[in-house]
């Protein structure tokens, strides 16, 4: 099965693991989902992911996160789609709920939080955000 969208299938699924109060959820797994994981992970957003190979297919398993019995993460939206790419300059990157989120970036010195990236002063593209 292609996905045309892995991201926005990550997203999904975390989204609707996280209405169901599920502890874990597993997903294909790729370098790039591994990224996004280890930053929420960094920002508190999720417990801890683990990438087992089970058949030679690379899954995720990302370990969910709740606080009274609320998800830590109130929205997680995609941004940039494949049909229409968001990009930004270091300068203009979002700030998330008035800095209580972040934005995760995809720029040519890894992909990075958007506090990171203009620390950094590096721009690029604007892959989702989370609060």
Known sequence: MSLSDPIGDMITRVKNAQARNHKKVELPSSNFKSKIADILKNEGFIK???????????TLSLELKYHSG??????????????????SS??????????LGIAIVSTPKGVMTDIDARKQRVGG???????
Not at 70 to 87: H, K, L, Q
């Open 90 to 99: 270091a300068e203009g990157l979002p700030k998330i709920n008035n800095g």
């Open 48 to 58: 801890d992911f683990k990438i087992n190979s089970i058949d030679k297919k690379p």
């Open 125 to 131: 593209e604007i892959i989702c955000k989370v609060f």
């Open 70 to 87: 609320n998800p830590v993460i109130s929205a997680f939206e995609r941004v940039s789609r494949p049909g229409r790419r968001i990009f």
